[in-house]
């Protein structure tokens, strides 16, 4: 807030910290070059369109020759001296850079730790179906911490679930391995599977694996039709067997 009777001297250095303040409190500061007419220097170094070095020239000789080019002076190293400045089509230069910055993000691979929980005495159904859960984590190149959960009796028994956190790492030992040895934590014991696969190159496969279904699918358009087909009267045909040996025979 600037006071009635202050100088001059204090007024821009009270203007300053404000602004200062400002843009510490989320003050938008624009992170774009400057181009063209916002340049406010007396000459710069040029760069051509084709990236050849013409020089250091005056700015009104750049934004002349931008002008014949038809394309935008833009500053591209405002800390030398003098500024290097580039001759470009400053919107296009803007889009290629947002979709590299796009595809950066898509191609980005973040550390991922799922959680899987068991019973020391785990049906064998309950057994199958939650491997098959390690067993996509782990290709899709996610690391997957395996909780064995104990309850009353069963904490005098360690060593179940220490087999059975065992049994699993061997049956999924193609496609990952035991980060982190099983180890106690009060009523569960713990255990960290890594996967072999890189999470970028699971990535990977996973876009070339969809975009070969889209292409077969664009291919053979009655195939997938037929598939559908398929199995849709599948159930109708076991509902029809399981009707017909359920009917009593004839004396």
């Given amino acids: 807030m600037l006071r009635r009777?202050?100088?001059?001297?204090?007024?821009?250095?009270?203007?300053?910290?404000?602004?200062?303040a400002w843009c510490y409190r989320g003050g938008s500061i624009s992170a774009e070059p400057r181009i063209?007419?916002?340049?406010?220097?007396?000459?710069?170094r040029l760069v051509g369109p084709s990236g050849e070095q013409v020089g250091i020239v005056?700015?009104?000789?750049?934004?002349?020759l931008a002008q014949e080019y038809d394309l935008d002076l833009v500053e591209v190293a405002a800390t030398a001296r003098p500024p290097v400045c580039k001759l470009m089509d400053y919107g296009k230069?803007?889009?290629?850079?947002?979709?590299?910055?796009?595809?950066?993000?898509?191609?980005?691979?973040?550390t991922v730790i799922k959680e899987m929980k068991l019973r020391p005495k785990i049906d064998p159904h309950d057994y199958d179906t939650?491997?098959?859960?390690?067993?996509?984590?782990?290709?899709?190149?996610?690391?997957?911490?395996?909780?064995?959960?104990?309850?009353?009796?069963?904490?005098?028994?360690?060593?179940?679930?220490y087999r059975l956190l065992q049994r699993l790492a061997e049956d999924v030992?193609?496609?990952?391995?035991?980060?982190?040895?099983?180890?106690?934590?009060?009523?569960?014991?713990?255990?960290?599977?890594?996967?072999?696969k890189k999470k970028t190159e699971a990535m990977?496969?996973?876009?070339?694996?969809?975009?070969?279904?889209?292409?077969?699918?664009k291919a053979n358009p009655g195939k997938s039709q037929n598939a559908a087909e398929a199995s849709s009267e599948e159930p109708v045909e076991a509902v029809e067997a399981e009707a017909s040996s359920e009917e009593p025979a004839e004396a």
């Fill in 173 to 196: 030992q193609d496609l990952g391995f035991v980060e982190s040895n099983p180890k106690q934590d009060g009523r569960n014991m713990i255990m960290v599977l890594g996967p072999h």
């Fill in 5 to 20: 009777g202050w100088s001059d001297e204090h007024r821009r250095y009270a203007a300053v910290r404000q602004a200062v």
């Fill in 130 to 161: 939650k491997k098959g859960h390690v067993v996509r984590f782990l290709k899709q190149g996610d690391k997957v911490k395996i909780t064995i959960m104990f309850r009353g009796r069963e904490q005098s028994r360690p060593e179940l679930g």
């Fill in 93 to 110: 230069f803007k889009y290629e850079s947002a979709m590299k910055a796009r595809e950066a993000r898509k191609n980005q691979a973040h």
């Fill in 204 to 217: 990977a496969e996973a876009r070339q694996a969809q975009e070969a279904r889209k292409a077969d699918a």
């Fill in 58 to 64: 005056p700015l009104a000789k750049a934004l002349e």
């Fill in 36 to 44: 063209n007419d916002r340049i406010r220097v007396p000459e710069v």
